[in-house]
């Protein structure tokens, strides 16, 4: 079973949904079709800190932080966040996962990218998280 297919430019994101699979649930799906890329970006881990260097202490900070680095890297290859197939988030605790999930749901609106939440220990220990992604144009 597919879901609604999606056009950015002229690259073409069709959603799967396989009837033996679980269905998607919050702003994800199980497996993504992409054809007429021409080109793939791959977004190192971007972590919570902002060009001047300062760490926030908390989690909604640290991880709109992210996400505008995320955007910031897209955009230096001339995309945006409709150009994402997959995103990939690493939490330092799962007590963050609710507020994640709300921030990623505002960043992407409509889209959906495939996706995949991993609670595990990060690198430098005032990070909260790390997110990592692949986009398509």
């Given at each position: 079973?597919?879901?609604?297919?999606?056009?950015?430019?002229?690259?073409?994101?069709?959603?799967?949904?396989?009837?033996?699979a679980?269905?998607?649930?919050?702003?994800?799906?199980?497996?993504?079709?992409?054809?007429?890329?021409?080109?793939?970006?791959?977004?190192?881990?971007?972590?919570?800190e902002?060009?001047?260097?300062?760490?926030p202490?908390?989690?909604?900070?640290?991880?709109?932080?992210?996400?505008?680095?995320?955007?910031?890297?897209?955009?230096?290859?001339?995309?945006?966040?409709?150009?994402?197939?997959?995103?990939?988030?690493?939490?330092?605790?799962?007590?963050?996962?609710?507020?994640?999930?709300?921030?990623?749901?505002?960043?992407?609106?409509?889209?959906?990218?495939?996706?995949?939440?991993?609670?595990?220990?990060?690198?430098?220990?005032?990070?909260?998280?790390?997110?990592?992604?692949?986009?398509?144009?």
């Amino acid at each position: 079973m597919k879901g609604p297919t999606v056009t950015a430019n002229r690259v073409v994101f069709t959603p799967i949904q396989p009837p033996d699979a679980p269905p998607a649930l919050g702003g994800y799906v199980q497996a993504l079709t992409v054809t007429g890329a021409s080109r793939l970006v791959f977004v190192s881990g971007q972590i919570p800190e902002p060009p001047d260097g300062h760490v926030p202490d908390d989690f909604e900070t640290q991880c709109r932080t992210v996400w505008n680095n995320i955007l910031a890297c897209l955009a230096g290859a001339g995309l945006g966040v409709s150009s994402l197939v997959k995103v990939t988030t690493f939490l330092s605790k799962r007590e963050y996962a609710d507020t994640n999930s709300a921030i990623r749901r505002e960043i992407l609106g409509d889209h959906h990218p495939a996706l995949t939440v991993i609670i595990s220990e990060i690198f430098d220990k005032r990070w909260l998280l790390e997110i990592e992604a692949i986009a398509a144009d």
